[in-house]
């Protein structure tokens, strides 16, 4: 079955595990709202195979439960039907389910040993909710880190509104079609990941996009500074369970955005600061802003090579490091808007593009969708 630490507490730590290879991450946008199953975001980390190292894929898809897009898709991997009761015991005191299913797949070579999984749609009960004294989305966030950490061999793995997680452990290509994302789903987003979180051995629930809410992070690189930044988001009631960096970056941007209602150019100030001589060169109002940010959340800026690509609902944000220390291409072509590893991943599915470039280091390409795109 699937490891788990969260329950078994025998994964090695970080930075325990060494695994060389590299990392693919890849995305693609319909900015008019226009649906398109996986089948390219699949050709295009496929594209990137060699990156990968059969330990680690997966994906997120925008827009791709439009019959239940006003409630909660939670998608649940269990070890045994066991903890698959005692959560479901734990749903039902909790939410209204409004309807469950084991999640569809096809047998696909190289993806072995798949736990159980399950999605569930639902929405918090109002009395438990207004008892709580939180909002909705603390709520949710709440229930979903409880599951994770005290219900032994379950783990929410993707639980947001319209949008959905796929993930395990095998190429990503070969998880895509074990999900039938190239047939089953149809959303305006999808973004992708290849290989698996650095330093960590492969388990289902640890393979990337790592999600909260409808928040997503896939990620290549090392976060040099993951203690740190995990010890300070400790503070604000998550739980980094998964011994993994990119974990730990998705808590960031969800404090930032729902929490301190931070913009996405300010969350870039802030976890890809720049450096205090180049602040000192900016103008006036942007200097004022960005030593601002630097001293308000000093243990949030994340130090070592990364390139990230982060899915919310309307759209997707890349991100390097400030030394661009990681590849990354950003195209467009029409209202489809692309972001890969390589220049190889947008060509093999748009060879003709209306513009392709590379980012500097540091700088935001935020895609959202136009006004009056389908959601």
Known sequence: MFKNDLTTNTAPYEGEVRIPSGCAVSAIIDRSGKKMTGENVIRSIATMHDRSNGLGGGFAGYGIYPDYKEYYAFHLFYNDFQCKKETEDFLITHFEIVYSSEMKTRKTRGVTNEPIIYRYFLSPLSKRLANSLMDEEQYVVKCVNII???????????????????????YPEDIGRFYLLDEEYEGYAWTSHGRYPTNTPGWWGGAHPFGLLDYSVVHNGEISSYDANRRY???????????????????????LIRVKKLTLQEIAK????????????????????????????????????????????????????????????????GDLAFVSSEECGIRVIAPELDKIYSPAGGQPVIYTLKEGGAL
């Open 148 to 170: 994770n950490a005290q219900i032994k061999g379950a783990f929410v793995f993707s639980s947001g509104k319209d949008m959905g997680i796929f993930k395990g452990v095998g």
């Open 233 to 255: 988001i400790e503070m604000f009631g998550y739980k980094c369970s998964l011994q993994t960096d990119t974990e730990v970056i998705t808590y960031i941007i969800d404090y």
């Open 270 to 333: 802030v976890i890809s600061a720049s450096f205090w001589s180049t602040i000192e060169e900016k103008s006036e109002e942007d200097r004022r802003q960005e030593i601002f940010l630097r001293k308000a959340f000093p243990s949030l800026l994340i130090n070592g090579p990364f390139s990230i690509i982060f899915g919310f609902t309307g759209g997707i944000m890349a991100l390097n490091d400030r030394l661009k220390l990681r590849s990354m291409v950003c195209a467009e072509k």
